[in-house]
């Protein structure tokens, strides 16, 4: 088959059929939805098609609407439609779901994948086929995330911005990922920008409220000590920090909890303890455009 008989659907944003390179003009919206059924979940029967779009209409007429549908997609699609007796089919096509899963990593991830899937091919009049474009859009929306995943998994020794970059996606579609956040935050740390990752938990915790969860212990200790420990190893001997985690964890954790609002800091200890370099400390890890800091000394008494 020539390639220009190809067909092309997009399951990304909204829903339609490309053919060379063109966007298919169709006689009715269910001769549509019928296409995207069995391209999506293969052959079908004249039953099943008729149970899922014409539910409401009798035998009789049923059977109608799915002949006359039958007629105009074998003239308008000879070359990929198919009806074989009670059955309907189509070939030779693509979607575009399949054509990221096979991006190369180092190519740009489209913008499509953050919009919904399939967009506008509801049938109100059809409620068990809007059931079933419910749980298939559930469906496309995985597959995106399998793919990223993987993705990023190529990564482990390549550029931390490309990694960073596959993480941020999986975030924005996965919101209430807490593994992928953990790494997108050790990412961002690795490329010396704990700020980054600090405002980065901050607004994973602002999410949890919103839904009136908080963060659980396993998370707030972990992210604390990613940044706590972070940019450790690239510091110069005349900017070395040593210990006091259980400061930096606590100043932290509270930073992080009290977003939106104001947080007190009082640090008190003996001279030549170590209280300046620990709030020197904690305003580099703080140090963001979202994050005002202020900073005193205390009189001499």
Not at 126 to 150: A, C, G, M, N, Q
Not at 203 to 216: H, M, N
């Amino acid at each position: 088959m020539d390639k220009q008989d190809i067909l092309k659907f997009h399951l990304l944003g909204k829903a339609r059929i490309e053919k060379n390179g063109e966007e298919l003009t169709l006689p009715f919206k269910k001769a549509e939805a019928l296409l995207f059924y069995i391209a999506l979940e293969g052959i079908s029967s004249r039953e099943k098609i008729a149970g899922l779009l014409w539910w409401d209409k009798g035998e009789r007429e049923a059977a109608g609407n799915i002949r006359n549908a039958v007629y105009q997609l074998k003239k308008i699609l000879p070359q990929n439609f198919c009806s074989c007796g009670r059955e309907l089919s189509l070939c030779c096509f693509i979607t575009d779901v399949e054509e990221l899963c096979a991006l190369p990593a180092e190519c740009t991830l489209p913008t499509v994948i953050f919009e919904e899937p399939l967009k506008k091919l509801e049938l109100p009049s059809s409620p068990e086929f809007d059931e079933w474009l419910r749980y298939t859009k559930k469906d496309i929306k995985d597959k995106v995330v399998r793919y990223l995943k993987e993705r990023s998994s190529i990564y482990t020794a390549g550029p931390e911005s490309m990694k960073a970059e596959t993480l941020s996606a999986i975030l924005k579609l996965e919101p209430f990922d807490e593994d992928t956040l953990l790494l997108l935050m050790r990412c961002y740390i690795s490329m010396k920008t704990p700020s980054k990752a600090l405002s980065l938990y901050r607004t994973f915790c602002e999410r949890l409220e919103e839904d009136g969860v908080a963060p659980d212990a396993h998370l707030r200790q972990s992210a604390q000590k990613l940044l706590a420990d972070s940019d450790g190893n690239a510091l110069h001997m005349n900017n070395f920090f040593y210990g006091r985690n259980c400061e930096i964890n606590e100043i932290i954790g509270n930073a992080s909890r009290y977003s939106g609002g104001m947080l007190f800091c009082c640090i008190h200890g003996e001279a030549g303890i170590g209280k300046t370099t620990l709030v020197n400390r904690a305003v580099k890890l703080l140090k963001d455009e979202n994050v005002e800091l202020f900073s005193t000394l205390p009189l001499p008494v």
